[in-house]
């Protein structure tokens, strides 16, 4: 079974940065597109992020381009996402999943699958 644990969250200004990591462990990563989501109160779970872990093909939503970047380690069989200029409407819980499927947009638009793993979630609050 794949397990996944996000880390690096915590309370930033704005205009301040974040690096939020998750790592796996139980399988790697290989054949896996790995994605970034956060979910704020009174708002639908939006797809950051996502990352092919293979060949590093990559999706951004538009709220974070220019922003944020999405990178992997393969020695540390580890996804991160480094926040920069983090505005307020950024606070949320943000979580990582994987999922062995093949499109970006598959999985950043619509989510894993029912086969797709998730991680516990790590907050991110901006604010001054």
């Known amino acids: 079974q794949l397990f996944l644990v996000e880390s690096g969250g915590g309370l930033v200004n704005p205009g301040g940065s974040l690096r939020l990591s998750c790592a796996a462990s139980?399988?790697?990563?290989?054949?896996?597109?790995i994605g970034w989501f956060r979910r704020a109160p009174g708002k639908e779970r939006e797809g950051v992020s996502c990352?092919?872990?293979?060949?590093?093909?990559?999706y951004y939503a538009d709220s974070v381009k220019g922003r944020f970047t999405i990178s992997r380690d393969v020695a540390k069989n580890t996804v991160y996402l480094q926040m920069n200029n983090l505005k307020q409407p950024d606070t949320a819980k943000y979580y990582c999943?994987?999922?062995?499927?093949?499109?970006?947009?598959?999985?950043?638009?619509?989510?894993?699958?029912?086969?797709?793993?998730w991680g516990q979630g790590t907050q991110v609050n901006v604010s001054s």
């Open positions: 999943a994987a999922d062995r499927i093949n499109t970006l947009h598959d999985m950043c638009v619509n989510g894993p699958s029912d086969f797709g793993s």
């Open positions: 139980g399988f790697t990563l290989d054949y896996y597109v």
């Open positions: 990352i092919s872990f293979n060949d590093q093909s990559t």
